[in-house]
């Protein structure tokens, strides 16, 4: 598949013509809806969609930020308790991450995702200003505490 790690290359499905025919349905379907919302409107569900993003994402690492919470962290606004507050600061980082990516694909047309150098950029702005308890994690082979920057 390659001979680099800064060579990869997306998996995308074979043999089933109708998956693919359906994913370029839904990415036209996107695109013409994008296209008619009005700059507000559109602005606002990104804003929206950041927040679903982060609180799935964060999930799938057993993360389990509510949404209004995730809301208040980008208002500066974080609850007492330690813990649910790095939630939150994990959260609001998150985010401001997926803001950067965006701004590098409106200002580098010719960005290539899966480029090692972008790969370290995203991990390093992400693991930089997260809360110092999530910066660690335990290697599954030697039981080590690791930190992940």
Known sequence: MYDHP?????????????????????????????GQLHPVTRTTI???LR????????????????PI????AMRQEYAENSAKRALQ??????????????SRFNTERNL???DLAFLTFIHK??????PTRFQWFNDP????SVKGM
């Open 6 to 34: 800064s060579q990869m290359e997306p998996l995308f499905p074979t043999g089933d013509e109708e998956l693919v025919d359906l994913g370029l349905n839904v990415i036209r379907q996107s695109a013409a809806l994008g």
């Open 112 to 114: 290539n995702v899966t």
């Open 89 to 102: 600061i994990e959260s609001r980082v998150h985010i401001e991450v997926q803001k950067q990516i965006e």
């Open 51 to 66: 927040i679903i993003n982060s609180y799935y994402s964060n999930r799938i690492e057993g993360h389990n930020t509510h």
């Open 125 to 130: 702005q992400f693991y930089q200003h997260l």
């Open 141 to 144: 082979q030697t039981g080590e």
């Open 69 to 72: 919470d995730i809301e208040r």
């Open 46 to 48: 990104i804003d929206l």
